[in-house]
């Protein structure tokens, strides 16, 4: 992932960091503050216009035997589910409208169109992945526990076979983030599956699976009536894209070449401003269309999103 013999920072004093440091947390303030109806307009237009698509693409989808409606349908439904997750969903469970107060859309009320229950997601990702980013051995999103995607992780025979783990996580990935975020292979491997936190957590897992399931692979379908079975067909392909699409976005904005990575030491006594620039460093853009950013959900801009 990066040149272990180039230090990017070597020309910035502690003062030039520090300095850094002072000018985002203006940036910051200064966009926290012109928050207003704009902003709160834009967000209930977008989980309006997912809705109405996700709902007349699965009203397509009931004549799905005759395959343009079949196309149109599972097309609708691609892009409603990639909506949802991404540019609702992320960034709902990150928090970025609470300051709305609206209790329809906010990161304490809001469950998504995922298998993995939103405040385990939560957890990973808010309290771990972003406190941590890219700190080996602390920022479990490096390679997710199932792929070496750093010189400096330890090296496990099991990794001669990632591009297969890699392609079987793309394609179901909402349930490789499932797993994830209940560490269920390090839990596993190391006795901690009778741990009553542990067990209450996987059967919260397993709730929201068999509600994901019933809904998207027995209601729907079976409102299809004599279309049971291409309605079953074209949602598992929504799902597959949706999945492939969220799976190149992270990739894309974590792991190409050029991301730097760090040692857990680095990080001890970190100020404010080497934490801004640990989350620069770490992290890459994916330049594109406005209405590619959107479908996204602005991870395109995933330097800023740190």
């Known amino acids: 992932m990066q040149n272990k013999s180039h230090n ?13 440091g002072k000018e985002l947390d203006a940036i910051r303030d200064r966009v926290v503050a012109s928050r207003g109806e704009r902003d709160a ?26 395959p343009p409606a079949w196309v149109v349908g599972t097309a609708g439904l691609a892009v409603a589910k990639i909506l949802e997750n991404m540019e609702i969903g992320h960034n709902v ?23 993995s229950p939103a405040d385990q997601w939560k957890h990973s990702h808010n309290e771990l992945h972003h406190t941590y980013t890219n700190v080996i051995g602390k920022d479990n999103d490096l390679g997710y526990g199932i792929m070496r995607v750093d010189e400096d992780q330890r090296w496990h025979p099991m990794h001669l076979g990632q591009p297969l783990w890699n392609f079987v996580n793309a394609c179901f990935f909402e349930y490789g983030i499932a797993a994830y975020d209940l560490e269920l292979g390090r839990n596993l491997k190391k006795g901690r599956h009778r741990n009553p936190e542990f067990r209450a957590r996987a059967r919260a897992v397993g709730r929201k699976i068999r509600r994901q399931v019933l809904k998207d692979y027995v209601l729907h379908p079976l409102l299809s009536g004599p279309s049971f079975l291409s309605t079953l067909a074209a949602t598992f392909t929504a799902n597959l894209v949706r ?17 730097e990575t760090f040692a857990r030491n680095s990080i001890e ?13 770490g992290s890459a853009n994916i330049s594109g269309s406005r209405l590619m950013h959107v479908m996204t959900g602005n991870l395109s801009f995933q330097i800023e999103h740190h």
């Open 8 to 20: 990017p920072t070597a020309h910035l004093t502690p003062a030039d960091i520090e300095q850094l």
């Open 41 to 66: 307009a834009y967000i209930r237009r977008v989980i309006a216009t997912q809705r109405k698509l996700e709902l007349g693409s699965r009203a397509v989808l009931l004549f799905s035997l005759f």
């Open 93 to 115: 469970l990150h928090g970025q409208w609470d300051w709305m107060r609206d209790p329809k859309i906010h990161s304490t009320t809001w469950e998504w169109d995922s298998v």
């Open 243 to 259: 999945n492939l699409w969220t799976h190149s976005v992270i990739m894309c904005g974590h792991f190409p070449s050029g991301v």
């Open 269 to 281: 006594g970190e100020t404010r401003g080497e934490w801004y620039l640990r989350q620069m460093l």
